[in-house]
């Protein structure tokens, strides 16, 4: 699989930004994606994930009630809605792919580029 993440910019403290991750090859559906984000001076982090069907999905504590993670398997995309959005969210954002629902970047087998997103205050 292979994962094209977009949708990254430059917004203000408060606004709305959505990513989007492109997966090509025929097996997406079968994958557990994922969103992590590495953020100046910190690690890579998780930051949501959906399942395969698409009904279910776990986020850390801080993005949640802000952020929404979806996917069409129709058209092979996994999309990340981020409102309210704070100067702590800068990071570069990142798509996966996973055979199982997991928080630890090292199920993910796939990863896309990232995209960044810059957050002012």
């Known amino acids: 699989v292979q994962l094209q993440a977009s949708g990254g910019g430059l917004v203000q403290a408060g606004d709305s930004l959505r990513l989007s991750c492109a997966a090509s090859?025929?097996?997406?559906?079968?994958?557990?994606m994922g969103w992590f984000r590495r953020s100046p001076g910190k690690g890579r982090e998780f930051v949501a994930s959906?399942?395969?069907?698409?009904?279910?999905?776990d986020y850390v504590d801080f993005v949640k009630g802000r952020f929404t993670v979806s996917r069409d398997n129709v058209k092979n995309t996994v999309t990340l809605q981020m409102n309210s959005l704070a100067p702590e969210d800068t990071a570069v954002y990142y798509c996966?792919?996973?055979?199982?629902?997991?928080?630890?970047?090292?199920?993910?087998?796939?990863w896309g580029q990232g995209t960044l997103v810059t957050v002012s205050s």
């Open positions: 090859g025929r097996s997406f559906s079968s994958y557990v």
């Open positions: 996966a792919a996973s055979p199982e629902f997991s928080r630890w970047s090292t199920s993910y087998y796939y």
């Open positions: 959906i399942n395969r069907s698409g009904d279910n999905a």
